[in-house]
């Protein structure tokens, strides 16, 4: 899991250039959190805490998670966020290898629906050193929760996909871009930030830690879907490339959905996988109620996941394709026991 | 036609009946263990609940209406929902006797399933005419078969897993359901019906 961590860096580091130090807050506290959780849950297991880190799976959930959180959340946020990722669905399923939903994902989504104002504050890009920019300061007394609520309406903005979302029906899309509807340099910022994420994957690529199946059959698949809606009404669907580069495809794409745990195993299995992310995606952007919905779309494959596994196993070589679902003729059964 | 579907997508996905409405949880923790049963249980509860969508339907309008009997409705609606689950095991066992044999007691446990009254209740509330009931009934149970199927397969695998001893068997079933219910609530806003 170092190299994935590695990966994360661009990303890391392009999220911080554009939205300061609140990703830096979030990424430690949540890396932090999932460690110690990890830690404590192996020992009340009875096992050794200090083996079980050793593969920092624990420190990767943290960190996906804390870039997923918008950035200068309270601790306590995190800290919601991180037990049911580590506690909830990592370790109550019987650890490292055998949770079924996505540790990280899991908690986002739960913050999402349990604390849906505190998740959709995302702050307007101010950079690093800009002039408006939260200081480290600033940053440290939202992380503790004392800045007042005033304080953080004037600091935070919609994100593309948000704005997009919630524009009125009757507005045209060419209109609603002239309109400047978006924190200055908001497109660019998160524009920039996917690309990151994408070098990152290439990354993950380059050392085998992914195969191409499952990020390319997702975003293959929300490229078909997007080219589709905007060449049927292009006034009212984002564009393919404001799909792709908006929001979280790209992390999700190469750093969630990839997850070895949770996804499918099977070549044919990721392809099915992957495809069907894109689609919930797409699906839930354009009609659901939530403007991104990465986390929900990969938490609902990973439940279809054994089901894809027990239809796509290969075929064993020597042996014939094996017969699945209910055996209604008892015939089938007597042939197979022939020698 | 738009409507149908709209109403298909609603019943199957947005307002699922187990993962959202919280009916029908009897079955689906009692025939989840396996997946070849819980896919005989998913197709014979399809067929009952598009019927005794139907049935209670007809019964209602053709029969408790006129009458001004509403206030009999789910007596009389038990006693059809009885009716085609006993209609539908004579079937089974004549037409695919080992199908019977696999879903054994859950077959005429269908009766007491909440979400098939619950089913012909919420499609009475909404004041629908006959091919929505149908859709309706029909949606109700295509989600309630995608859930249970899927839920087999992931149970298979958590039986399998190491989890901590406290929390085997019926505990893990509901954290993974619940899990799974967090997930469906993606789907919220999907459509207005």
Partial sequence: MGWVLVATFPGILMLTWHFGWGVITNVVTAAGLAVGLEALMV???????????????????????????????????????????????KHLFGGLGQNPFNPAMVGYA?????????????????????????????????????????????????????????????????????????PAGSLAAWRSVALAWLAGGALLLYKRLITWH????????????????????????????????????????FFIATDPVSAATSRKGKLYYGAAIGIL??????????????????????????????????????????????????????????? | MTDFFLILVSTALVNNFVLVQFLGLCPFMGVSNKLESAM???????????????????????????????????????????????????????????????LGIFLPLITTNCAVLGVALLSL???????????????AALGFSLVLVLFAAMRERIAVADVPRPFRG??????????MSLAFMGFTGLVQV
Avoid: C
Avoid at chain 1, 144 to 156: F, H, N, R, T, V
Avoid at chain 2, 170 to 179: C, G, N, R, V
């Fill in chain 2, 170 to 179: 019926a505990a893990i079933a509901m954290i993974t359901a619940s899990l």
């Fill in chain 1, 43 to 89: 020992r009340l297991r009875g096992r050794a805490p200090l083996v079980a880190l050793r593969d920092n799976s624990a420190l990767l959930s943290g960190v996906l998670l804390g870039i997923s959180l918008p950035p200068g959340s309270a601790w306590w946020l995190i800290l919601v966020g991180t037990v049911a990722a580590i506690v909830v669905a």
């Fill in chain 1, 214 to 253: 499952i990020p390319i059959a997702m975003l293959g698949a929300m490229l078909v879907l997007t080219t589709l809606l905007y060449a049927i009404d292009p006034s009212h669907y984002g564009s393919p490339l404001f799909h792709l580069l908006g929001g979280a495809a790209l992390f999700g794409a």
């Fill in chain 2, 125 to 139: 509330n909404r004041e629908s005419t006959f091919m929505e009931a149908t859709i309706y009934g029909f949606g």
């Fill in chain 1, 110 to 182: 739960l913050l999402l629906i349990s604390f849906p104002v505190a998740m959709t504050q995302w702050l307007s890009p101010q950079g690093l050193f800009g002039p408006e920019a939260l200081s480290l300061g600033d940053v440290l007394v939202r992380w503790a929760g004392l800045a007042e609520a005033s304080s953080l309406d004037s600091m935070s903005g919609a994100t593309p996909l948000d704005a997009f979302k919630h524009k009125p029906e009757a507005v045209m899309a060419s209109e609603f871009w002239a309109s400047d509807p978006l």
């Fill in chain 2, 40 to 102: 005989g249980m998913a197709m014979a509860t399809t067929f009952v609940l598009t019927l005794s969508s139907v049935a209670s339907h007809l019964v209602y309008h053709g029969l408790l209406a006129p009458l001004n009997l509403e206030y009999l409705r789910i007596i009389a609606f038990i006693v059809v929902i009885a009716g085609v689950v006993q209609f539908t095991e004579m079937m089974v066992r004549k037409t695919s006797p080992l199908l019977h044999q696999v």
């Fill in chain 1, 281 to 339: 995606v797409m699906l839930i952007r354009s009609a659901g109620a939530y403007p991104d919905a990465v986390a929900f779309a990969v938490l609902l494959m990973n439940f279809a996941v054994p089901f894809i596994d027990y239809y796509t196993q290969p075929r064993t070589y020597g042996h014939a394709a094996p017969q699945r679902g209910i055996r209604l003729d008892p015939i089938d059964d007597d042939q197979e026991r022939l020698p």
